[in-house]
């Protein structure tokens, strides 16, 4: 569970600076910087202690949140490159095979 009891800053602060962290490729520096600009004061050992804190917990919660991923996945780039091969090989019983005297010339 996600307590922010005896935390000195607000928690919009604190998950402010964690989302920051989480999703974007920033250090800890560059979010103490980006907090002193909207006039917040933060260490960049704070935002750490934050980050080892709670992104295990944030993310347990968040685990039952996410969607399913299903097994079928379609590739259009493979399926082309497959019909260049197939067409390029001789091949016997394919209908959208070239007959083989066009393949040879």
């Not at 996600?2 to 607000?10: C, D, N």
């Not at 910087?33 to 804190?53: C, F, K, P, Q």
């Amino acid at each position: 569970m996600l307590s922010f009891k005896g935390m000195r800053f607000p928690i919009d602060v604190i998950l402010v600076c964690i989302r920051w962290y989480a999703a974007y490729p920033l250090s800890y520096r560059d979010i103490e910087e980006m907090m002193e600009e909207r006039g917040v004061s933060v260490d960049h050992s704070t935002i750490n202690r934050w980050a080892i804190r709670f992104l295990p917990l944030i993310e347990k919660r968040s685990r039952k949140h996410k969607h399913h991923v299903g097994t079928s996945w379609r590739m259009d780039d493979v399926r082309q490159d497959q019909r260049r091969l197939d067409v390029s090989l001789p091949c016997r019983r394919r209908l959208w095979c070239k007959p083989a005297a066009e393949l040879e010339s």
